[in-house]
């Protein structure tokens, strides 16, 4: 069980487009989705929060208009990139909480965005 | 100082040796916390899971708290090949936020 799913694995785009990464929860409903972005040989950086219903919760330093996040249902959460540039490319990871009152973060694959 | 603090290695070790991983932490407030081994280029893969104080034991890997000298430890015995990965701490206080702190990671080598 917690399996979590993200699609695409990997996307190559060019400056200025959009591009949108998806992350679900196949075997169980998440009230609360994650995303982080980890540069290569560093650790992950928490992106933003995100709530089923209700608007992500972004971390200091994060754009919420460049990094737009809609969790639209118990088992999907979505993470577009609005006019990508080059200094984003990087690998966006998503993550989901089990169920209420227990902390375990299952983690997705992972997509490896490059911006060329 | 980082909230989490975790050497980055490389480790590298004989096959069958006993592997020992540890974070720092400095934020008294942590009480959960979290292993994951990360191939490259994958996700992070929950390894452990404890809270508070104490042991855990899974099979070859046992997790260590020690919240009084705010430590912690993963330990692999009978290390194989393909334990092989960045090994992440993770830790987050028991405010029912979520919101997990991750060590650097180690990178781990275990030789053949």
């Known amino acids: 069980g917690a399996v979590v799913s993200q699609h695409p694995s990997r996307v190559i785009c060019k400056s200025g487009t959009s591009v949108k990464i998806e992350c679900r929860s196949l075997?169980?409903?998440?009230?609360?989705m994650f995303w982080y972005r980890q540069f290569p040989k560093q650790s992950l950086m928490l992106m933003a929060t995100s709530n089923e219903g209700s608007k992500a919760t972004y971390e200091q330093g994060v754009e919420k208009d460049k990094f737009l996040i809609n969790h639209a249902s118990l088992t999907l959460s979505t993470l577009t990139v609005t006019s990508a540039h080059p200094e984003d490319s990087s690998f966006y990871i998503c993550?989901?909480?089990?169920?209420?009152?227990?902390?375990?973060?299952?983690f997705g694959p992972g997509t490896r965005l490059t911006v060329t | 100082q980082k909230e989490v603090e975790q050497d980055p290695g490389p480790l590298s070790v004989p096959e069958g040796a006993i592997v020992s991983l540890n974070c720092t932490y400095s934020?008294?407030?942590?009480?959960?916390f979290m292993w994951y081994r990360q191939y490259s280029r994958k996700g992070p893969e929950l390894l452990m899971y404890t809270y508070s104080s104490g042991n855990k034991e899974d099979g070859r890997f046992t997790a260590q708290v020690d919240k009084s000298s705010k430590y912690i430890s993963l330990f692999i015995r009978d290390s194989q090949p393909s334990d092989s990965a960045t090994y992440l701490c993770?830790?987050?206080?028991?405010?029912?936020?979520?919101?997990?702190?991750f060590g650097t990671g180690t990178r781990l080598k275990v030789l053949a």
């Open positions: 993550s989901a909480g089990q169920r209420e009152g227990r902390d375990e973060q299952y």
């Open positions: 993770a830790m987050s206080a028991s405010s029912g936020t979520y919101k997990y702190i």
């Open positions: 934020n008294s407030a942590f009480q959960y």
């Open positions: 075997d169980f409903q998440a009230t609360t």
